[in-house]
T-cell receptor
Framework: KAGVTQTPRYLIKTRGQQVTLSCSPI?????VSWYQQTPGQGLQFLFE???????NKGNFPGRFSGRQFSNSRSEMNVSTLELGDSALYLC??????????FGPGTRLTVL | SQQGEEDPQALSIQEGENATMNCSYK?????LQWYRQNSGRGLVHLIL?????REKHSGRLRVTLDTSKKSSSLLITASRAADTASYFC????????????FGQGTRLTINP
């Protein structure tokens, strides 16, 4: 099976703009989670979607949102970008087991 | 805040030696997972150990879990240059919250 894919791999935006990141899970996986990785805060959980419903949410402001489609693909959106949003955004998918499989990430730079 | 604290933060050893990394966590867990990350890329899953397990092996990897001490260790035997990476432990809550809480990671460097 193909692994988790994320697009785009790199993105440069300016403050105040918005951005949409995409994640395609492993075929058959219905759960998709998003994580943010920064040098200062490390890896932090953003949210998890399962069957198009948000099941869990991390401690991030409302500027961070996401959704999942019927084919399990997921998008996350960040509005009104701030410099501190510069990070590696990682998507992970899983089936019934507890193991999460991560994609290569999207490197977002906010100028 | 991070659930896991990893020790050491950085480790540098010679190729062929064994590398041991430790992870401590704060709350009860359902399972603990170890991941590897190369140079800011995606995370690669290494091994999962459940709360009712004490030790698990996978190839050159050995993981132990001590729930009474809320700690885990990852041992990589006969290290190779390709093992150079950052290693993270991540815990999954006992309520099945299905969100991983990561430690800050250990940066492992294998010198040829």
């Amino acid at each position: 099976k193909a692994g988790v894919t994320q697009t785009p791999r790199y993105l440069i935006k300016t403050r105040g703009q918005q951005v949409t990141l995409s994640c395609s899970p492993i075929s058959g996986h219905r759960s998709v989670s998003w994580y943010q990785q920064t040098p200062g805060q490390g890896l932090q959980f953003l949210f998890e979607y399962f069957s198009e419903t948000q099941r869990n949410k991390g401690n991030f402001p409302g500027r961070f949102s996401g959704r999942q489609f019927s084919n399990s693909r997921s998008e996350m959106n960040v509005s009104t970008l701030e410099l501190g949003d510069s990070a590696l955004y990682l998507c992970a998918s899983r089936e019934e087991s507890d193991t999460q499989y991560f994609g290569p990430g999207t490197r977002l730079t906010v100028l | 805040s991070q659930q896991g604290e990893e020790d050491p933060q950085a480790l540098s050893i010679q190729e062929g030696e064994n590398a041991t990394m430790n992870c401590s966590y704060k709350t009860s867990i359902n399972n603990l997972q170890w991941y590897r990350q190369n140079s800011g890329r995606g995370l690669v899953h290494l091994i999962l150990i459940r709360s009712n397990e004490r030790e698990k092996h996978s190839g050159r990897l050995r993981v132990t879990l001590d729930t009474s001490k809320k700690s885990s260790s990852l041992l990589i035997t006969a290290s190779r240059a390709a093992d150079t990476a950052s290693y993270f432990c991540a815990t999954d809550g006992i309520q099945g919250a299905q969100k991983l809480v990561f430690g800050q990671g250990t940066r492992l460097t294998i010198n040829p």
